[in-house]
T-cell receptor, first 111, second 123 residues
C-alpha cells in the first residue's frame, strides 16, 4: 500500500517562530488533507490540497503532486498551534475517500 | 452547522466485556467513517459507509468488531468481546458524497470532518 512519511517527528518552537512540516508519499494521490489534532484529541481539517497552494491566515500548504510531497507552513506560531499535525492521502485512482494517515508531527510552541 | 457528534466520550471496561459507540454525522453527509487511533499513531480506517452501504471494511476485525448505519444517518460501532489491545480512541468522521456532484467535479467533497472521539480503556 501507499506509504506516508512525515517529518520532523517532533518540533519545539518559541512563540513567534516559523516552521515547515513535510509529508512525502510513495504513490500518486488524488486526495491529500492536512489535519491538526489539538491536545484534547480533536482533529481539525486544515486543508484539502491534492495539488497547488492554499493559504488560510498564518497557515499555508503546498502540494507538488508530481514530486510526491506536501508542505505545511506555520508562520508566527502561537501556543494554540501546539498539537499533532497529520497528513493523509488517498491513492490514485481511488474514488472512495479512504485516507491513509502519516504518523504525524508533534509540535510544541513555548511562550 | 453542527459538527460530528459522538458518545460516550470516555469508556472503561474489562477485557471480554462488550461496548458500543455512537456517531451522528454532519447533516447531509452521505459518507461516514470509523477510525481507530492508538496512542502515538495516526488514525486507521476501520469501516466506511456510503449512505447505509459498506464501502470498505477491509481493516475491521470482523470476529469482534461490527458496525451498522441502518437508516443512512447515525451509526453504531460495537466491540464484543473487547481485548486489551482495543484500548484506543475511536473517531467518527463524515464527508459529502462526491458522487452526488458528478464524480470528482466538486473539489473538496471528500473533505473529512471528525467528531471528538471516544477514548476506550480496556483493563
Amino acid at each position: 500500500g501507499i506509504q506516508v512519511e512525515q517529518s520532523p517527528p517532533d518540533l519545539i518552537l518559541q512563540e513567534g517562530a516559523n516552521s515547515t512540516l513535510r509529508c512525502n508519499f510513495s504513490d500518486s494521490v488524488n486526495n491529500l488533507q492536512w489535519f491538526h489534532q489539538n491536545p484534547w484529541g480533536q482533529l481539525i481539517n486544515l486543508f484539502y490540497i491534492p495539488s497547488g497552494t492554499k493559504q488560510n491566515g498564518r497557515l499555508s500548504a503546498t502540494t507538488v503532486a508530481t514530486e510526491r510531497y506536501s508542505l505545511l507552513y506555520i508562520s508566527s506560531s502561537q501556543t494554540t498551534d501546539s498539537g499533532v499535525y497529520f497528513c493523509a492521502v488517498e491513492r490514485e485512482p481511488g474514488n472512495t475517500g479512504k485516507l491513509i494517515f502519516g504518523q504525524g508531527t508533534t509540535l510544541q510552541v513555548k511562550p | 452547522e453542527a459538527g460530528v457528534a459522538q458518545s460516550p466520550r470516555y469508556k472503561i471496561i474489562e477485557k471480554r466485556q462488550s461496548v458500543a459507540f455512537w456517531c451522528n454525522p454532519i447533516s447531509g453527509h452521505a459518507t461516514l467513517y470509523w477510525y481507530q487511533q492508538i496512542l502515538g499513531q495516526g488514525p486507521k480506517l476501520l469501516i466506511q459507509f456510503q449512505n447505509n452501504g459498506v464501502v470498505d471494511d477491509s481493516q475491521l476485525p470482523k470476529d469482534r468488531f461490527s458496525a451498522e448505519r441502518l437508516k443512512g444517518v447515525d451509526s453504531t460501532l460495537k466491540i464484543q468481546p473487547a481485548k486489551l489491545e482495543d484500548s484506543a480512541v475511536y473517531l467518527c468522521a463524515s464527508s459529502l458524497d462526491r458522487m452526488s456532484f458528478g464524480g470528482r467535479g466538486y473539489v473538496g467533497a471528500d473533505t473529512q470532518y471528525f467528531g471528538p472521539g471516544t477514548r476506550l480503556t480496556v483493563l
